[in-house]
């Protein structure tokens, strides 16, 4: 199974609603809203949602370099039998399977 991003491409920013809210865009002009409790709140909430792309891009990176590096050098959490490894499969796929 391929794991990448199937979402909505590009960098993504966020802008603030004074309404407890954020919208959340990017160049291509899709949006979406981000709630919290504050409007500070919303904005975490929103800015952390915008870095996901990104963040599940260096995921799948580290998952492909602990896959060549598995067994070299013995480091434990450099294989593909650590629990390292599981979780980070497990986010993966959680992050690319509808």
């Known amino acids: 199974m391929t794991q ?6 590009g960098e993504w920013s966020i802008e603030p609603t004074n309404k ?3 919208w959340i865009g990017n160049e291509n002009g899709y949006s979406a809203l981000s709630c919290g409790n504050t409007d500070k709140e919303a904005s975490y909430n929103a800015q952390l949602i915008s870095c996901a792309p990104e963040m599940l891009e260096m995921l799948i ?3 492909k370099n602990i896959e060549k590096m598995n067994g070299i050098n013995n480091v434990n959490w450099l294989n593909t039998n650590s629990i390292y490894y599981e979780a980070l499969i497990r986010l993966i796929t959680k992050a690319t399977t509808i």
């Open 61 to 63: 990176g580290l998952k």
């Open 4 to 9: 990448e991003f199937k979402g909505t491409k």
């Open 20 to 22: 407890k809210g954020a």
